[in-house]
């Protein structure tokens, strides 16, 4: 009985303990970062480009040293993919005949600057040597008219320093408001070394596209925070976290997995709200009014900024301040008004994210894409509006 008592003094001292420690922990801020924001010309210049690709969204930047939260080294390659991109010529102030809009290509940068020389743009070409997208969609759940835009990627250093990137499968349909809708997600898998257009890649049809029980539908990689010593996260958990974006209120789900269980679906996760769980159908919004791309980002105080293009479509970039990689989340801050990009009331803003490997210390380059509802009438007028804007973010010091 002497030792049962001891026990549980014990049990109730270190209880007692962990509840002062709760009590007195200081809450995290999720509202407030002292920072200023400013455009960055320098990378504007560097994708307007009159020659080959000069065009395009989706833009995800992977560091292919695997090393996703620190500003590259100079002559460090990193792979940029976008989604829909242009191929032609830009001639007397309007796109010369014989352009081509192809799904998806690829540049790879050596260094972390804008430097034109160190930039090579890449697609694959069809038998007549015309443009053609970088990845064809080829699984078993692949329709023939179906084709990839891309979600984020990164280096798994687990496994053989292969690059995956998530590929959503686009269809086109004569219903909706875009005429066009995602049916499903798979995993591209590129061999480390492989070069473009990476004809030895693998692609695997995933299970993380859902309709929920209000029909909404989501899907996962949106985008990517790699929390690993090997990445060069400040806090290192061993795990990858990906984000997935759902229904009309731009709604964000959190999975995670182990970065040598990538390729295993049965072994991730997915945050209910409180706990991990197998069930993707438990997964619970950590947050929502985001994009259908994003970034996650650590900052030098310890805590999280996610970026994105407020409600999707908005010409606001918008951030949201995390305690930990998947919440809680706070209010949106209002980032960058994009208007002054707007020359035409066609135009269109959407998928702000941010580069940590293109971003200095204590800064943050974001990108943002511009598009237009009347895409080959304005193209005509203004050819060098399809591609991505950039600015900085400048912490300060105190972050807070």
């Known amino acids: 009985?002497?030792?049962?008592?001891?026990?549980?003094?014990?049990?109730?001292?270190?209880?007692?303990?962990?509840?002062?420690?709760?009590?007195?922990?200081?809450?995290?801020?999720?509202?407030?970062?002292?920072?200023?924001?400013?455009?960055?010309?320098?990378?504007?210049?560097?994708?307007?480009?009159?020659?080959?690709?000069?065009?395009?969204?989706?833009?995800?930047?992977?560091?292919?040293?695997?090393?996703?939260?620190?500003?590259?080294?100079?002559?460090?390659?990193?792979?940029?993919?976008?989604?829909?991109?242009?191929?032609?010529?830009?001639?007397?102030?309007?796109?010369?005949?014989?352009?081509?809009?192809?799904?998806?290509?690829?540049a790879l940068l050596n260094g972390n600057k804008p430097v034109a020389a160190k930039m090579r743009f890449s697609w694959d070409t069809d038998k007549k040597g015309a443009a053609e997208s970088t990845f064809i969609p080829r699984t078993p759940q692949t329709d023939s008219t179906d084709y990839y835009w891309l979600g984020d990627g990164f280096v798994n250093q687990e496994l053989g320093n292969a690059v995956y990137i998530f590929g959503y499968r686009v269809r086109n349909v004569s219903t909706g408001a875009f005429g066009f809708k995602e049916v499903g997600n798979t995993l591209i898998k590129i061999p480390a070394g492989s070069q473009p257009p990476y004809h030895d890649l693998k692609q695997m049809d995933t299970p993380f596209y859902l309709t929920d029980k209000k029909g909404d539908i989501g899907s996962f990689g949106a985008g990517i925070y790699v929390n690993t010593t090997k990445a060069g996260a400040p806090a290192p958990d061993g795990y990858v976290y990906v984000y997935g974006v759902r229904g009309i209120?731009?709604?964000?789900?959190?999975?995670?997995?182990?970065?040598?269980?990538?390729?295993?679906?049965?072994?991730?996760?997915?945050?209910?709200?409180?706990?991990?769980v197998k069930d993707m159908g438990e997964v619970a919004d950590v947050t929502d009014n985001v994009s259908n791309e994003l970034s996650l980002t650590a900052l030098p105080d310890g805590r999280y900024a996610m970026i994105f293009q407020v409600g999707g479509m908005s010409t606001n970039v918008g951030m949201r301040i995390g305690a930990t990689p998947y919440g809680p989340f706070g209010p949106v801050i209002k980032v960058w008004d994009c208007r002054p990009d707007l020359e035409e009331k066609t135009f269109l803003v959407y998928n702000a994210k941010a580069h940590p490997s293109l971003s200095a210390p204590g800064e943050?380059?974001?990108?943002?894409?511009?598009?237009?509802?009347?895409?080959?009438?304005?193209?005509?007028?203004?050819?060098?509006?399809?591609?991505?804007?950039?600015?900085?973010?400048?912490?300060?010091?105190?972050?807070?």
């Not at 100079?74 to 352009?99: R, V, W």
């Not at 209120?249 to 991990?276: I, S």
């Not at 990108?367 to 912490?395: C, G, M, V, W």
Request: hydrophobic share 40%; glycine share 6%.
């Open 249 to 276: 209120g731009k709604n964000v789900m959190v999975a995670r997995v182990l970065p040598k269980d990538f390729e295993q679906f049965d072994k991730w996760t997915f945050y209910d709200g409180a706990n991990w």
């Open 1 to 106: 009985m002497k030792k049962f008592a001891v026990i549980t003094l014990m049990y109730c001292i270190v209880a007692n303990l962990q509840s002062n420690a709760q009590t007195n922990r200081k809450p995290v801020n999720l509202t407030d970062l002292n920072f200023t924001v400013e455009a960055a010309p320098d990378w504007n210049n560097f994708l307007k480009r009159d020659n080959g690709w000069f065009g395009g969204d989706g833009i995800y930047t992977i560091p292919l040293n695997g090393i996703e939260n620190k500003q590259a080294n100079p002559d460090d390659p990193i792979l940029f993919i976008f989604s829909d991109s242009m191929i032609g010529k830009i001639e007397n102030g309007t796109m010369a005949d014989g352009y081509k809009m192809i799904h998806n290509s690829v």
């Open 364 to 400: 943050l380059l974001i990108s943002y894409n511009i598009n237009s509802l009347e895409f080959i009438a304005d193209l005509k007028k203004h050819p060098n509006l399809y591609r991505p804007r950039f600015i900085r973010l400048k912490i300060n010091s105190k972050g807070k």
